[in-house]
């Protein structure tokens, strides 16, 4: 079992920063990749960015790239995730999930994490 606790969110302003955190507890062999999607009021989760635990391998959605940075802080189990010049439609509850097998390719869909956090809500105002 892993267990995802989300925390930073809050409201900014458009071109401001943000910095969300994840607190990862629990088995370590069970954390193959580490992502961050978002849902935004009446929308689907969508995909952000996410990486292998190992930092390997990384993708991030085309909308985050050059302005969202993914890290990972092992001695602290924490995930980071640095958004930079945000935009009012990066609005959304931001989750943290982790999925447990080994794949290929970096994962970009939500059905194929198995843990995730509470989310954390971020509002970005014109």
């Known amino acids: 079992q892993v267990q995802l606790v989300e925390s930073g969110g809050g409201l900014v302003q458009a071109g401001g920063s943000l910095r969300l955190s994840c607190a990862a507890s629990?088995?370590?062999?069970?954390?193959?990749?580490v992502g961050w999607f978002r849902q935004a009021p009446g929308k689907e989760r969508e995909f952000v960015v996410a990486?292998?635990?190992?930092?390997?391998?990384?993708k991030y959605a085309d909308s985050v790239k050059g302005r969202f940075t993914i890290s990972i802080d092992y001695v602290k189990n924490m995930v980071y995730l640095q958004m930079n010049s945000l935009k009012p439609e990066d609005t959304a509850v931001y989750y943290c999930?982790?999925?447990?097998?080994?794949?290929?390719?970096?994962?970009?869909?939500?059905?194929?994490?198995?843990?995730w956090g509470q989310g954390t809500q971020v509002t970005v105002s014109s």
């Open positions: 990486c292998t635990w190992s930092g390997g391998i990384t």
């Open positions: 629990g088995r370590t062999s069970s954390r193959y990749a």
């Open positions: 999930a982790v999925r447990r097998q080994a794949s290929l390719v970096v994962m970009t869909t939500s059905d194929e994490y198995d843990y």
